[in-house]
C-alpha cells in the first residue's frame, strides 16, 4: 500500500502539520511525518517540538500518495531549499496519481518558487502571493486543483485536511470525521458549506 508523507522542517507550522496528520489518520489514510533535518526531534514556529516518524535521508519514497507540506516561517523556506524534496515534488507531480497537498506559505514559497503551478488556480498566505509564478492565486480558504490540494493559512488547517480526505476517500469518510470531530452543531449537517 502507498504511504503518504507530511514533512517537517524546523520552523514549521504546527497546528498546520498536526492537525493534518490527526486528520487523516481519523479517515484510515497511511500518513507518515519525515523531518528534513538529521534528526527525528523538529521544533516548530511556536517552539513547540515534535517528533517525526522518519528521517528524509533514510526513507524510500516508492510511489507515495500524498506529499503534504505544512507552512510556516520559516518552515517553508526550510522546506524550499531541501534539494532532495524538490526533486521529490517534480516527480510526484510527473506522475500518473500522486497528489500533492501544501498550506499557508508553502503553496507560493515551496511549489510557486519551483513552477509547479503554472496555469493552476492556488490560494497562499496573504502577502505570498507574488511567489506563485503563473498561478492564478484566488483568496479561498482551500483550492483543489488537479494534483493539487491548497489552503490559506492556520485557521483553515482543519478544512484543508478534511478536503485531502476526501480527495483521497471521498465524501462520505471526510463527512464522517468532521461529524466525529463536531465541526458541525448536529451529525449530517453536510459539508456543503465547506466543500461547495
Excluded at 526550510?78 to 497528489?99: F, I, M, T, W
Aim: charged share 20%; with cysteine.
Amino acid at each position: 500500500m502507498s504511504e503518504s508523507f507530511l514533512f517537517l522542517a524546523e520552523g514549521f507550522e504546527e497546528i498546520e502539520a498536526l492537525t493534518a496528520v490527526d486528520v487523516l489518520r481519523r479517515a484510515g489514510i497511511d500518513v507518515k511525518t519525515v523531518s528534513i533535518t538529521s534528526a527525528l526531534q523538529v521544533t516548530g514556529a511556536h517552539g513547540v517540538t515534535v517528533t517525526a516518524d522518519l528521517i528524509f535521508d533514510n526513507t524510500l519514497f516508492s510511489s507515495p500518495k500524498w506529499l503534504i507540506l505544512p507552512g510556516g516561517m520559516p518552515g517553508a523556506v526550510n522546506l524550499y531549499e531541501c534539494a532532495p524534496l524538490q526533486g521529490l515534488l517534480r516527480r510526484q507531480v510527473a506522475s500518473d496519481k500522486g497528489r500533492i497537498a501544501a498550506i499557508c506559505a508553502a503553496p507560493a514559497v515551496v511549489l510557486g518558487r519551483l513552477g509547479l503551478l503554472e496555469g493552476r488556480k492556488a490560494t497562499c498566505y496573504p502577502g505570498f502571493e507574488n511567489e506563485m509564478k503563473g498561478a492564478n492565486v484566488v483568496s479561498d480558504p482551500v483550492v483543489v486543483d488537479g494534483k493539487f490540494v491548497l489552503g490559506n493559512g492556520p485557521s483553515n488547517a482543519l478544512i484543508w485536511a478534511l478536503h485531502i480526505v476526501k480527495e483521497e476517500k471521498g465524501i462520505d469518510v471526510a463527512e464522517n470525521v468532521a461529524n466525529g470531530m463536531l465541526l458541525y452543531p448536529k451529525i449530517n449537517d453536510g459539508l456543503n458549506n465547506y466543500f461547495g
